[in-house]
């Protein structure tokens, strides 16, 4: 008897837990729907148009006379779409103004011109408000809120509806699926005590033995798509492949937020940079939309970054390249498209066919460094300003092109100074900072010299 005791109680209690997970579940399923329609139909009245309880050829349904148990009295009738009751243009008899409703003994039609008195308001009182009573009834929905109910959620909607001829409904759902992700907005905050920035210690994250072998390895196992690429774009194979090998160690970390929802948590969540994140979002249901696929499909960053080059949405709309002519862009599976994304990326933010990217500078200690450091990333320092503070390449001389002076500091070990060229400041384009551009560049360099090692020792 103990025994089963012992056996029973941690089962029932189990039990009771799974039914009530269970319940609650369908509660804030029953619930959320309800909400979603309330909010749609008060928004977009016209999309749902319930059909006719007739035929529009005037023929009699089946059931008119026969209304008993072979026609449902709960079940809702509608259906949601741009095309509508011909009633509401031609006020012809057996139709009903725009609405939704279950049917109702002896409701068989009528004629809108003697039986139909409601006007669409009071049909929408008459509806809406026990659905609205319903929904907030159950607490469940609202406390597992969704963002569907926020007004600038509905307004990102109506957006979508008239800027892009989206069905407002369906994004609507889509949107309810939608999850907040703390996460997103942890990682992208920044952090409440920065540490101090260290060149050396950014370099390490990157320029690592490991990262150098498999960016090799990655540089033979596609070195005809990478040799395609320069010569479609100038861009050289070992910058391609160290921008990849930054991004996502070679495809390796292409990140695991569904990126539906990691845009929405930073579009309506995260206001420093909502603009930005909107805009993302809205070219996310275009880019599904283009490529036929599902939206829930792509994963990727905290920040919405997809792929083997992180990529976000807008960028793939813009510089995506179907590079092996598959007839769709592919960033998630196979690396090619993602090798003459890149490149064309590259090539269109300014990419310089042959140009060298940087060089170490060698500076006078008595020179205003800062002056020259602040003058911008982008290369507008003449050789002649440069020359006049004291600043040059190694051997002394100086390049007949403008340039930026990077000054890459690591506490207690001096700070590097180079000269930057407009390829360096390309490489730029793809992540606004100077750290990001020399490890690039760095591990570029890297893997051409482990390439040339490798390829001597199999000669
Ligand atoms: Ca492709």
């Known amino acids: 008897m103990n025994a089963v005791v012992v056996i029973s109680l941690p089962s029932l209690v189990a039990g009771d837990i799974t039914a009530a997970w269970l319940s609650n579940r369908f509660v804030a399923c029953v619930g959320r729907s309800l909400m979603i329609f309330v909010v749609y139909y008060h928004r977009f009245p016209v999309n749902f148009t319930v059909r006719s309880p007739m035929p529009h050829d005037h023929a009699a349904p089946a059931w008119r006379s026969n209304p008993g148990p072979s026609r449902p009295r709960t079940a809702p009738r509608f259906y949601a779409g741009k095309s509508s009751c011909p009633a509401l243009h031609q006020r012809t008899a057996y139709c009903r103004p725009p609405g939704f409703f279950w049917p109702e003994q002896g409701d068989h039609g009528f004629p809108a011109t003697t039986q139909h008195r409601d006007t669409e308001t009071q049909m929408k009182q008459r509806v809406i408000t026990p659905l609205l009573a319903l929904a907030l009834l159950s607490g469940t929905a609202l406390a597992d809120a969704s963002y569907v109910q926020r007004e600038e959620v509905r307004t990102f909607v109506r957006t979508m509806e008239e800027k892009h001829g989206f069905d407002g409904g369906e994004v609507l759902v889509a949107l309810d699926r939608a999850r907040h992700e703390p996460d997103v907005i942890r990682l992208i905050s920044p952090s409440g005590s920065p540490g101090v920035r260290s060149w050396q210690r950014y370099r390490a994250r990157f320029l690592d033995s490991a990262r150098i072998v498999g960016g090799v390895a990655f540089w033979q196992e596609h070195a005809a798509t990478l040799q395609a690429a320069h010569e479609r774009y100038g861009v050289p194979p070992e910058i391609v492949v160290a921008i990849i090998g930054v991004e996502t160690y070679y495809g390796r970390n292409t990140g695991n937020f569904e990126t539906l929802s990691a845009l929405t948590t930073l579009a309506f969540d995260y206001p420093p940079r909502a603009r930005l994140f909107l805009r993302e979002l809205e070219n996310l249901f275009l880019l599904a939309r283009e490529q036929r696929r599902d939206l829930f499909s792509y994963y990727g960053s905290y920040a919405g970054a997809i ?30 498209d993602a090798i003459g994304s890149v490149a064309r990326y590259l090539a269109e933010h300014g990419w310089v066919r042959g140009e060298v990217v940087a060089e170490p500078a060698r500076v006078t200690p008595e020179a205003d460094l800062q002056a020259l450091v602040d003058a911008g990333i982008k290369p507008a320092l003449t050789p002649e300003q440069l020359a006049q503070a004291g600043v040059t390449s190694l051997d002394g001389t100086l390049r007949a092109t403008p340039a930026t002076l990077v000054d890459l500091a690591t506490p207690d070990a001096g700070t590097e100074y180079w ?6 400041y390309t490489i730029t384009r793809y992540n606004k900072s100077s750290f990001y551009a020399m490890a690039v560049f760095e591990l570029s360099q890297a893997l051409r010299e482990q390439q040339k090692t490798e390829t001597a020792s199999v000669e």
């Open 307 to 336: 792929g083997y080059p992180q990529f976000l949405p807008s960028s793939i709309r813009s510089y995506g390249v179907d590079f092996d002519h598959s007839g769709g862009i592919d960033f998630d599976l196979e690396p090619t």
């Open 419 to 424: 000269l930057g060229y407009q390829n360096f």
